[in-house]
């Protein structure tokens, strides 16, 4: 049974940093894009950032760029999401997704796998 778990969410003020981690389990995702999503109340999931399968090529949504970083370590089969100077916006559920694709893709369709996601939130 293929599993995605995330975890390192929790409350920060504005300005504050968070590490989200997301393991694999099930299968090795080496070979694979992986993204991070989230989703605030009443609004539709958004993507966040992805990574190609060798860490190559990565993708950030406009709003974290400069701010966000995704990275992998495909030996734990774990992805990572560093989030630095959080803005009460970033206030949102963040999920770990998988594809079975190399490629980074901005689509949530892309993804064949979802993590049951973590809470971030900022305060102001």
């Known amino acids: 049974q293929v599993q995605l778990v995330e975890s390192g969410g929790g409350l920060v003020q504005a300005g504050g940093s968070l590490r989200l981690s997301c393991a694999a389990s099930?299968?090795?995702?080496?070979?694979?894009?992986m993204g991070w999503f989230r989703q605030a109340p009443g609004k539709e999931r958004e993507f966040v950032a992805a990574?190609?399968?060798?860490?190559?090529?990565?993708e950030y949504v406009d709003s974290v760029k400069r701010r966000f970083t995704i990275s992998r370590d495909n030996a734990k089969n774990t992805v990572y999401l560093h989030m630095n100077s959080l803005k009460p916006e970033d206030t949102a559920l963040y999920y770990c997704?998988?594809?079975?694709?190399?490629?980074?893709?901005?689509?949530?369709?892309?993804?064949?796998?979802w993590g049951q996601g973590t809470q971030v939130t900022v305060s102001s």
């Open positions: 990574i190609s399968w060798d860490g190559g090529s990565r």
């Open positions: 099930g299968r090795t995702f080496s070979s694979n894009a």
């Open positions: 997704s998988a594809t079975e694709i190399q490629w980074v893709l901005p689509a949530p369709s892309a993804y064949a796998y």
